[in-house]
């Protein structure tokens, strides 16, 4: 089966073909004799080429895979060629503008700007608190202050919009 | 004597201070907030009890509803773990009107060593010495630039009220002032629920040494020697170690009797820690006493072959200690590591979430104090901190291997971790030489020197082949099982 790994802009081609006893898998041209053993859901036990990796396999999300090695875990992006097309058609929409989203679930402490203020790329919007810890949320870009989506003391989900940004100046 | 303790508190610590309840046949009693039915710590106890839901506002940190808990069990004494009310005067006074032994120091000394200003106070007239700073809170943002100005920048302010790095902040220079003092009071306000906040001048590039002490009340107070806390994000710890690789036997000895000095200024009963700044010159100053065991404690068990919860739990019994100064030996070297549920290329951001499997480290020279398990949740109402590994070496070259072995082995997964990041401390050059400073995260692994693991073949091997047998043989499950199934859900 070939999938496809989405790494830095790039789409690199994978290819699992089953054998005895595991796969050869295929990444990016560069093929790989593969022993593999599943001993529990997530968790492989992997001889490639003769080397040895205990390996944890998680996926969060469809096409998203965490994979803990001795040394770290790496996040892989890997569709098949299908989901690639899919994903193509999905996205593309959305507006100009850029909002400051909340990085985890967690409670409004402060709110930094008022509606119509200019901001500027790194200048704190707005302070969030989640496990005891405040956290001041940055402009990612130069902009104008469109809407609030958040009041102070408000609980707020994370990923959530907080504070909706318009591009500064011509043509926004 | 005591025989059945209910322990105020959650996550590794309850389950520690359980563990040593248990090698001493001492009955365990838990609490828990709604959020943590199902945790650690409930399990392993004898006893559980429900005390609220989930902030720890209304369930770990009400008064009220423990005592009410130790009065059903029937428990006789109360351990406050770290935070929450470990350091509350208020509740250890009431614990003892309840007829409760209060595994910690007496009321008058967590009063005397928590308002820091007033702590400053009795050491510097106990001869221990202080850093140069504000002996009273700052009334005003004036009063605080006069201050700076008096002492000379840079300056820290600092939280009256409470520590572990909130409502804590660095300034450099004047135009600093206005905007540290207000984010440092209202962070003090907001976990304290007193905003008021003093300053010191700042020591550059310091090492953060504490010294371990026990006192008994009986008139004995030892000191058990040093950790070494200088790797900090945030001004929280990350890496700890014991001894300290800066500390000489001299200076260990004169530490360890200024601390002892400090400990005795304030009656101090039971186990505590005095914090030390040190200047890259070796002079030492008082930062505060914590009145309650340490999160890094562990590193101290390891090199003095004590039990510092059981030692604790003997005090409060009212026995003696059973050793005298002369007779402590440090053996070997241990390091300490706390997996953060957190995202190091974020800002160490916390990142709660479901845990879906634990591998946990072991072998030779290990040592894990966790509350995780290979389900469960990693809730936003609690500190992010989830487990601690503790190394143990011959010497610290030795620790460091043994550390960087257990780091390797111990994967949580589902959750960001901050593992690879302590795996980047423990096996950088300047930590391996012994080159320690509160500053050591910003100079060597901060924004643009820390690196994401790189992208490694076999990852992509692993998501390919997981990838095809969930697509391929995902109908043939084992047998429906929660877990399993939830995996199976995940990996579609």
């Known amino acids: ?172 | 004597m005591i025989r059945k303790v209910l322990i105020a508190n959650r996550g590794e610590i309850a389950v520690r201070i359980i563990r040593a309840l248990r090698d001493m046949g001492i009955a365990s009693v838990a609490v828990f907030s709604e959020a943590d039915r199902k945790a650690r710590h409930v399990r392993l106890a004898d006893e559980a009890y429900p005390i609220g839901p989930a902030p720890s506002s209304q369930s770990y940190l009400r008064a009220e509803a423990i005592l009410e808990a130790a009065r059903r069990s029937g428990a006789d004494a109360v351990h406050p773990g770290y935070g929450f009310l470990s350091e509350n005067a208020d509740f250890a006074r009431r614990c003892g009107e309840a007829g409760l032994a209060f595994i910690g120091p007496p009321p008058a000394a967590i009063e005397a060593m928590g308002e820091k200003t007033r702590a400053r106070q009795i050491m510097a007239r106990a001869g221990v010495p202080v850093v140069p700073g504000t002996l009273e809170p700052l009334e005003d943002l004036p009063s605080a630039l006069r201050e700076a100005r008096r002492i000379g920048y840079p300056v820290m302010l600092k939280a009256a009220a409470g520590g572990g790095g909130k409502g804590m902040r660095l300034v450099q220079s004047e135009e600093e002032m206005e905007g540290a003092f207000r984010n440092a009071s209202s962070e003090a306000l907001q976990s304290f629920g007193d905003g008021s906040v003093y300053l010191e001048k700042a020591v550059l590039r310091p090492r953060h040494i504490e010294m371990q002490v026990l006192a008994d009340g009986k008139g004995n107070c030892l000191w058990l020697g040093e950790r070494e806390c200088s790797i900090q994000r945030r001004h929280q710890k990350i890496v700890e170690e014991a001894p300290s690789p800066f500390v000489t036997p001299d200076m260990r000895a004169r530490m360890g009797e200024i601390a002892v000095r400090a400990a005795r200024a304030v009656g101090y009963v039971n186990a505590g820690t005095v914090e030390f700044l040190v200047s890259p010159e070796g002079e030492f100053y008082f930062m505060e006493m914590n009145t309650r065991l340490q999160v890094e404690h562990p590193v101290t068990e390891m090199v003095t072959g004590l039990d510092l919860v059981k030692e604790q739990i003997r005090i409060a019994s009212g026995e003696p200690l059973r050793i005298r100064q002369e007779d402590l030996r440090l053996r070997g070297w241990a390091m300490e590591c706390r997996i953060y549920a957190e995202d190091p290329e974020n800002g160490f951001l916390p990142c709660p979430g479901p845990i879906v499997a634990v591998r946990l480290p072991e072998g030779p020279g290990v040592r894990v104090d966790s509350a995780v398990y290979g389900s469960g949740e990693v809730s936003i109402h609690y500190d992010p901190m989830i487990a601690k590994v503790i190394a143990w070496g011959e010497d610290r070259p030795a620790a460091a291997a043994v550390m960087n072995r257990a780091l390797q082995e111990f994967q949580i997964v589902g959750i960001r971790t901050n593992r690879h990041f302590l795996l980047q401390i423990v096996s950088h050059p300047e930590f391996l030489a012994g080159n320690l400073s509160t500053d050591f995260i910003p100079r060597f692994l901060g924004p643009g020197e820390y690196r994401r693991p790189e992208p490694h073949p076999v990852a992509d091997i692993a998501a390919a082949i997981a990838a095809y047998e969930s697509a391929v043989r995902g109908q043939a499950a084992p047998p429906a099982q929660r877990s399993v199934s939830a995996w199976r859900r995940a990996l579609r």
């Open chain 1, 1 to 172: 089966m070939r999938y496809v790994i989405l790494r830095d802009e790039r789409e690199i081609p994978v290819e699992v073909v089953p054998r005895e006893g595991g796969y050869r898998v295929t990444v990016d041209g560069v093929p790989h004799e593969v022993d593999s053993e599943f001993l529990l859901p997530g968790l492989y036990s992997l001889l490639v080429d003769g080397k040895s990796w205990e390996v944890n396999v998680y996926s969060p999300e469809p096409d998203v895979y965490h994979v803990h090695l001795y040394d770290g875990a790496r996040r892989v992006e890997l569709l098949s060629p299908i989901g690639l097309v899919l994903r193509a058609q999905s996205t593309g929409a959305g507006g100009r503008g850029s909002s400051v989203r909340a990085p985890m679930p967690g409670r409004v402490v402060k709110v930094l700007v008022e509606v119509g203020q200019e901001v500027r790329k790194g200048q704190g919007v707005i302070v969030v608190e989640a496990m005891k810890m405040q956290n001041e949320l940055q402009a990612l870009a130069d902009g104008v202050v469109r809407e609030l989506r958040a009041r102070e003391g408000e609980g707020v989900e994370g990923g959530a919009d907080l504070v909706v940004l318009d591009p500064l100046a011509e043509g926004g």
